[in-house]
């Protein structure tokens, strides 16, 4: 199986089409239909997701040989990135609903209504 720095190609093909999504999502931000189009791009990736992750994977050639344990010694880096990655995310998905979602609502100044007179 094709691997590069350990890591398979599953989990290439799985940044890719997440980036490749956010950006779907940024591009169409500004959009009158932008919520839609932004859940049916996390829903379609969330599906391919679920499908790369439940396919069974290739079984290793059985030689014969007693079973011989295997250790990965990037098991604790591949945890932290996966925190820190978490973080990031997580902090991005706030700032982007406190600078977006929650704009204030400013009322118009009193102070330019009374400059108008009736007509």
Do not use: Y
């Not at 997440?18 to 859940?39: C, D, E, H, Q, Y």
């Amino acid at each position: 199986m094709a691997m590069v720095g350990s890591i398979g190609v599953g989990v290439f093909l799985l940044a890719f089409f997440w980036g490749l999504g956010l950006g779907v999502i940024l591009l169409f931000m500004k959009t009158p239909n932008a919520g839609a189009i932004g859940v049916a791009v996390i829903l379609a990736l969330g599906v391919f997701t679920l499908i790369l992750v439940l396919i069974p994977r290739e079984d290793g050639v059985d030689d014969g040989q007693a079973d011989i344990k295997e250790h990965d010694n990037l098991e604790i880096g591949r945890a932290v990135l996966l925190i820190v990655v978490s973080l990031f995310a997580a902090v991005g998905l706030v700032l982007v609903f406190v600078m977006d979602c929650m704009r204030p609502v400013l009322a118009p100044s009193a102070h330019a209504a009374s400059k108008q007179k009736p007509t």
